[in-house]
Each structure stands twice: as structure tokens, then as C-alpha cells.
């Protein structure tokens, strides 16, 4: 098998920012695309203000909140707000096959870097443009991160305690499902232009894509009227359905029984203890209408043992069940090992850490990550000398004019 | 933008929106599912009427833009029915237990004789092999094993899902990535592909900032409410106003626009306008540097601004003067939410029990080759008799013994 990469030679301008722009093309730098990631140091990508911080000591060059969203990819620093930087700019733009960005509607084209330009610099780029709300509607300009999307598609109330304020998902809940959408598009729009030569200007509202995720709730309501809302970990279908509490400080198993045979297979792992003998515990409805008390016997067998004997005695028996993993443990957890999930790599100032593989392996390759994310403006020269072709003069000029900042 | 391809789709609700993306974006996506229907068309919600094979919701969720048939693969007949189709796919996805379609005579290494240029995308809940490739999982135990459950929830409770289904999501929307990778491997290599995507490291994902942290800072995120962790300090994120909730980040910039709306309502008085240097506030709380007003103080009085206020009208006020306010939105609010119907995202769908109610739109806007709906979801083996029938041209008798004749 030949060691090709997907997406060798395939180049792209990534002016993007935070989270979600940056994971998309990400997957693209990984597997083999020439990404020329543009920041700028006034202000920097938002997230290398944003920890964790190697040893928790803040810095430019230390967040792993950047560094882990930014593999592969080569680092171009641009003040564009100056115009010699906007020249740069365009010439990064007629190189490239992919041109992303994640600013508020307009910003590009205030910038005089919209797509009209874009497409008379290449006429067959590919544009991607998103944003928390999409390019156009009564609440386009609206700026935010995705908590602010979480919230809005209906996250935040579907996620926690009925008797308590919603907790939310975990930080930018959209961030973590809109990168996968986008790329498929760009990914797709790739092979359409490979095919066809046309290229396309894509439209990517973070919301818009996390309501996906709740479609079928979204139509039970329009026919319905049902409102769903947070329920903690209980399921309309199946008992036992929660966390359980282990020994230790703070360590939890969950366990979720779905069907009959499950129940059956969770008494035998548990010794066919006496109190799930009940008759009124044998079946899906009654295990529902007893929750509280089956889980108080069940929470009792957990709270004497650790998370992991809790796990491998009832998955030696067929039932399913999980620690709740902290990132201590996933980066010991066997099967991502197995995986080789976590990638270690020599980061100029953080030295040896690991970072997040990928979520899917494809035979005949390694999928990377190939490098570490580069330290703001790191690969100016580079870029501009051998992938621009800019002569000496004109990066002096451009430095001078203070673009490249 | 997908046209020329042709997916064939085995999965059920575990991967079931990664042939609807490539459906979406243009390809010929055939459903295959087993003579009794996919598992998902056994998942609620549920239409009250209807037949009772088309009353999931949930199936009528992720298989638009899909034809489907059944074959019983586990009979000769269903299984030489799929090699023919295959012959002519370009993507095969499956989201069975590891080894299963290996054990039926259908796995990777047979149908890429059959097809040398296959793409074959299996989805699973930890990957095709290793330690944990047997376990039984559900989509609580993988949002637990995947870690996100760590850090959500809040911190005097157990660890929380998102209290909906939400794990294949993830995984089968990753597969959709991998799908096209692999494609584009194929397209340089000239090889079939083989993708095994892991839903558990799905979940690892949606950690952002969390998934390696004690490996970068000595010591993990943990749940914390609807905080916000940054690794150096936390802040809260959910206020409580008239009628429910909403999210707001108080940095800087919202500071310098929001505290005359504090002054404005009495909330507190003028001299704060004045008393601080509100653009650089965040910073210097970040920086541990002095402050006029603790950050005590100023959140507690965004606090009282915003209780009396209903959720549309902060909403309002602030997409008016750029002022970031989330309202903590349900299904319903979401459904009258007046943006997505100006932007033109609800499309109009046929219930398989006659109604024609609004459903979400595509995932995004193309400006030359616009993604659309060709169809809704199919009924059980709707296009049988049209695939197995006219395009292979099977006889009745032959559809039969393949498993195609749907339930009967």
C-alpha cells in the first residue's frame, strides 16, 4: 500500500479563529493539506488567551487550548487591518483551494477579502464562511462562542437537573459538533470542484447545524407539542439508567439497562442478591415505575467497589456500563491506548505533550496528527518566501509597512 | 456536489445521519435494512397514528434523501443481492458489532474483491479491535466513557449526559468525515478503503479544552455547573431572568455596553460608568490585577439587571446594541424563533401519517449546487421492487428469497 495521504497537495488559507473554523481544516492538515493558518498578534486567537496552559503558566505559546485544535498546519502572522498584510492576504487567497473563515457576517468583506474578491483572485475557490448564526437573518451579526449557540439551539435545557438552573453541556457544545459537518461540506466541495472546476461560497451556521442534532425532538414537537426538557440521566425507557457512585473520591459508574435480557444479566453479575428478585422489578415498566428504589440497592453494591471493578464485573456478564472518565484516566484508558488515540509530540515551548488523535482510522496510513500546532507567526518567512513566492524586497516592504504582526 | 456516488447504508440509529449528510450533499443513498425494519424505526418519539413502521420519528429524522430496501443477509440470496450492489457503490457504511458482517461473509475483505475502489465505513462503539472492542455499550456508558460526563453537571450531583441521545450522533457525523477522507485516499491510491471510527473517542471530542488537561496543567476540568473553566479561574454563564434563563460571558467588552444599562435601571449608581476601566476589566481580573469592583460585585449586579427582563427582550436589546445574550431556549421557543425563519431554515415535510408539519432544514448553504431534499424517509422496502426489481433486474420469486419483500 502506498503511504499517500488524502489531501496531499490539496492548499488551504485558514484565517479562522477559536474553535470551530480551526478543527475543520485541522482534519484536512492532518491528512495531508497544506494549511496556512493566519492569526495576528493584535488581538491573538482567543484561545491561546485560553488554558490549559502547560505547568498552569499562562503564555502566547502555552495553551493547549490552541494547540490542540491547530496540528499540522504551517503559522502566518497578518495584522489586517494594515493594507500590506490585505496584500498578503490575496495572494494567500489566489494560491489556495480552500479559503475559510469564522468572523461576523461582513468582516471579510469590510476587509476587502469577501467571497466577490476572493472568486476574482481564484475563480474556483472554495469559501467557507461560519459563524454562530450564518451569513444572513435578523440575528446574523450576533457574536458569540458556542455556549451562546448551545443555548439558543435548546442544549442548555435539555442538560442538567429538573429542580436546579440548567447546567449546560460542557463548554462550546456546538464547537464540538459543527467542525464535522463543515469539513464533510469542504470535503465534498473538494471533489465537486476536482470534477467539475467549480467552486462554491458555503454557508455554515453553528446553530443551524446543532439542531441536527435534536431534529427528532424538534418535529415531535410540531406535531405533538411536546416541550422535552433536562432529566438529569433518567430515560423514558430504561431502569437502571444513571451514575452510580463508586469508592473513592468522587468516582462514578454508569449503568444502563435497555432490555429484559440486560436485567437478567446485571441480577446474575451481582450474585442474584434477594431485593431484584421483586416480581415488580422483571419487567421494563416496573423497573420505571421503581427507579428510586432500584437504584438505592444498586448504588449500595457500587458504593463499596472501585468504577473499574464496577465496569468489568458487569461487562464480564454482558451489561453496559462505563466509567465516568476524567482526561487523568483517558489518557491511561487501555482502548484509546490500543488506538493509539493520544499523540505525543515535541512542542517548541511546551515540550513532549500529547494531543488528540483522530476519531476514526483508515487502513494503509497513519492519521496523524503529523506536527505540533505553530507558535504564533512561526512559519512567516516560509510562507511568504516559498509558498507566496514573495521576493526579498517584498517581505521587507510588507514587515516595514507592519502587516506581518 | 456528491451526485456521481452511491451510498450503501447498513447502519441503524448508529449511523444513520452519516449517509444523510452524504445525502444531503448530493449522493444516491440506498437504506438497507433487514426484513423487520432498522432498529431505529423502533426509537421514539413517536406518531400517535400511521402505519406502525413509519411512526418513529426519530427514523424520519436522519433518512431523508435515502431510497430503501430490505435484504435478509443472512439468507444467499440477500447476501448475493448486496455484492451486486456494491459492484456498482462507492461507499458501503455499517455500524455492527465488531466482526459481525465479517461472520455473515460480507466483511471488508470480501467486498473488496467484489469492489477493488469500495470505500467501507464501519462505525462502532470503541473501534473494530483492542481490550474494549467486546463491551456492551449504551449512550450513557460511552458519554461516560468518552469522558464528557466528567466535567458536566453540576458539581454536588452525579455526572450528567445530555439528557437525549446523543453519543451516535457524534460517531456517525465523524463517519461522514471519514467517509470523504477515505474517498479522497482511494481517488490517490487507487485501493479500497477500510474506516473504523470509535464512538467513544467521538466523545472524547466534544471535551475541547478538557481532553488532555492533566497531561498540560497536572490536574483535570471537572464539572462545575454551567461555568465556565478557563484553567486559570471559572465564571458563570446562566443568569435567571423573568422567564427562564440565559447565557451570557461578562468580558470586557460586554461590560463597557451593559454597566449604563445597569445605571439606566438603578441597578447601581452613575459613578460606576466612570470608576473602571471596563474594556480592560477581564484582563486585569485574568492577570489577578487591581480592580475598583470585585468581579463579586459586578456579576451580582448583572444579576439584578437582568431578573426582571424577559428572555426575548434582553435577546432583542442586545442583538440591537451588540451586546451577547443566549437565551436558554426549549423546542418551542426554538420553533417561533424568528431568525430561522427569515433565513428560510424550516422545510415543509410529509408525516407518513398525512400531515405536513415544519422539520429542520440542511446543514448548510452552497452557493452553486444548493443541498436539498429529494425525499423523506422511506417507508420499509419502498424501493425494492425499483432496485432489486428494475435495477437488477430480480424477479419477484428472487426478491423474495433475498429478503426484499419487506415485512411480508
Known sequence: ?405 | MLSPYTVLDLTDERGELATMMLGDLGADVIKIEPPQGSASRRMGPFLEDGPESERSLNFFAFNRNKRGITLDLSADEGRAALLRLVEKADFLIESAPPGEMAELGIGFDVLRRTNPRLVYVAITAFGQDGPHAGFAASDLTLAAMGGQMSVQGNPDRPPVRVSLPQVWLHASSEAAVAALTAHARMLSSGEAQFVDVSAQTAMVSTMLHARVAHAIQGRDFNRGGSDLQLGTMSLPMVYECADGYIVMLQNGAMLTKMVPWLVEDGVIPEEWIEGEDWPTYDIRLVMQQPLNYSIEDVLGAVGRYVRPYSKRELLERGLREGVTIAPVNTVEELAGFRHLEERGYWLTAPLPNGRQIPVPGVFARLSETPMTVRRWAPGLGEHSEAILGRTLGLSADEIGAAGGGGKG
Open chain 1, 1 to 405: 500500500m502506498t503511504e499517500q495521504l488524502p489531501f496531499e497537495g490539496v492548499k488551504v488559507a485558514d484565517f479562522s479563529w477559536v474553535w470551530v473554523g480551526p478543527t475543520t481544516t485541522r482534519y484536512l492538515a492532518d491528512h495531508g493539506a497544506t494549511v496556512v493558518r493566519v492569526e495576528t498578534q493584535s488581538p491573538p486567537d482567543r484561545m491561546r488567551a485560553m488554558g490549559p496552559y502547560k505547568d498552569g503558566v499562562p503564555g502566547t505559546n502555552r495553551s493547549h487550548a490552541f494547540a490542540d485544535f491547530n496540528t499540522s498546519k504551517l503559522g502566518l502572522s497578518l495584522n489586517l487591518k494594515n493594507p500590506a498584510a490585505v496584500e498578503v492576504a490575496r495572494r494567500l487567497i489566489a494560491w489556495a483551494n480552500v479559503y475559510v473563515e469564522s468572523f461576523t457576517p461582513g468582516t471579510m468583506d469590510d476587509l476587502g477579502l469577501g467571497y466577490e474578491t476572493a472568486r476574482s483572485l481564484n475563480p474556483s475557490i472554495i469559501m467557507a464562511s461560519t459563524c454562530l448564526m450564518g451569513q444572513s437573518g435578523p440575528a446574523a451579526a450576533f457574536a458569540g462562542y458556542g455556549f451562546h449557540a448551545g443555548a439558543i439551539a435548546g442544549f442548555y435545557e435539555i442538560t442538567g437537573w429538573p429542580d436546579l438552573p440548567p447546567d449546560g453541556p460542557w463548554t462550546a457544545y456546538t464547537d464540538a459538533i459543527s467542525p464535522r459537518f463543515l469539513a464533510t461540506t469542504i470535503m465534498a466541495a473538494l471533489d465537486h470542484r476536482r470534477r467539475t472546476g467549480v467552486g462554491q461560497h458555503i454557508d455554515a451556521s453553528q446553530m443551524e447545524i446543532g439542531l441536527q442534532f435534536l431534529a427528532p425532538q424538534i418535529i415531535d414537537f410540531n406535531v405533538s407539542g411536546r416541550v422535552v426538557s433536562r432529566a438529569g440521566n433518567r430515560s423514558e425507557t430504561a431502569v437502571p439508567h444513571a451514575a452510580y457512585p463508586c469508592a473513592g473520591d468522587d468516582q462514578w459508574c454508569a449503568i444502563a439497562v435497555e432490555t429484559d435480557e440486560q436485567w437478567d444479566a446485571l441480577r446474575r453479575a451481582l450474585g442474584d442478591p434477594a431485593w431484584a428478585d421483586d416480581d415488580r422489578f422483571q419487567t421494563a415498566e416496573g423497573r420505571l415505575s421503581h427507579e428510586e428504589e432500584i437504584d438505592a440497592h444498586l448504588g449500595e453494591w457500587t458504593s463499596s467497589r472501585s468504577p473499574y471493578e464496577v465496569m468489568e464485573i458487569l461487562q464480564s456478564a454482558g451489561v453496559p456500563a462505563g466509567v465516568v472518565q476524567r482526561s487523568s484516566d483517558l489518557l491511561r484508558d487501555p482502548q484509546l491506548e490500543h488506538r493509539r488515540f493520544f499523540r505525543y509530540m515535541e512542542h517548541p515551548e511546551m515540550g513532549n505533550v500529547p494531543h488528540t488523535g483522530h476519531q476514526f482510522h483508515i487502513s494503509g496510513y497513519d492519521s496523524g496528527p503529523r506536527f505540533p500546532a505553530p507558535l504564533l507567526g512561526q512559519h512567516n518567512e516560509t510562507v511568504m518566501r516559498e509558498i507566496l513566492g514573495m521576493t526579498d524586497e517584498e517581505i521587507t516592504e510588507a514587515l516595514v509597512a507592519g502587516g506581518i504582526a
